[in-house]
């Protein structure tokens, strides 16, 4: 970076992270490879089309599919104003066909923030999800490096007390923001966090009303109110 100045584009995958210096014609990626990080250079047509082409083929069981959100080329990407030049356009999420991938997409991306996001961009990130069977009740999915991974729900028509809290806190839940009147949860920025916070999101959306992925959407992708954040590895339909 010294010598040419910030990527074009920062972000990463499943394995680690996927920076690139990206120019028309050639794109210079960091990545992982079988031991460390590899540091190669790529046509840019080339490398772009590949991976628009997964992505295109979706996430799922149907033949050319990838079975996981995990298999994707990367889950997330942020643009702040780097050398070179940006994609006339981004790869569209594929959209989660099912509970258990959706699931796995959350997780997939949660955990890449968690190891990936603060030695990159040293920056929070966070997405809302909107649940369209609950009357388009928001829950807020954010990562920072002091908080770690945090879910909040607004509950504003529901309660702090009594039977109604105990369901929550059976839920994962951790306490109720009597000034905001929304519900939170704190997990750690691991593995094990990433999971646990990934099956609240899909507990809790689904115990809300949501009969499939398609009820929900995404909204206010968001990172430290600094440049563009792309999130091609989360399986929920973008509104904005």
Request: aromatic share 8%.
């Amino acid at each position: 970076m010294d010598r040419i100045g910030i990527p074009t584009l920062y972000g990463g995958g499943a394995a680690g992270p996927n920076i690139r210096w990206r120019l028309p014609q050639h794109t210079l990626l960091l990545h992982p490879g079988d031991v460390g990080l590899i540091l190669s250079c790529h046509g840019t047509e080339v490398l772009e089309t590949a991976e628009r082409d997964a992505f295109d083929r979706g996430v799922g069981d149907d033949k050319g599919q990838v079975p996981r959100y995990s298999d994707l080329p990367y889950l997330w990407q942020v643009a702040r104003n780097g050398i070179g030049t940006l994609p006339p356009s981004f790869p569209a999420p594929p959209l989660a066909p099912d509970w258990d991938r959706l699931e796995e997409s959350i997780r997939s991306l949660c955990h890449a923030w968690a190891t990936q996001l603060t030695p990159q961009v040293n920056d929070w990130a966070g997405y809302n999800v909107v649940n369209h069977a609950d009357g388009g009740r928001v829950l807020a999915v954010l990562y920072g490096a002091d908080d770690g991974l945090t879910i909040y729900i607004d509950d504003r028509d529901g309660s702090g007390s009594g039977d109604y809290a105990v369901t929550m806190r059976h839920r994962g839940w951790d306490s109720r923001v009597p000034l905001l009147q929304w519900w939170d949860a704190y997990f750690a920025a691991d593995a094990d966090g990433a999971e646990a916070a990934a099956k609240l999101v899909v507990k809790e959306v689904r115990a809300r009303g949501a009969r499939m992925p398609g009820d929900l959407g995404v909204t206010d992708v968001n990172c430290g109110d600094n440049g563009q954040l792309m999130l091609p590895g989360l399986g929920i339909a973008p509104e904005d």
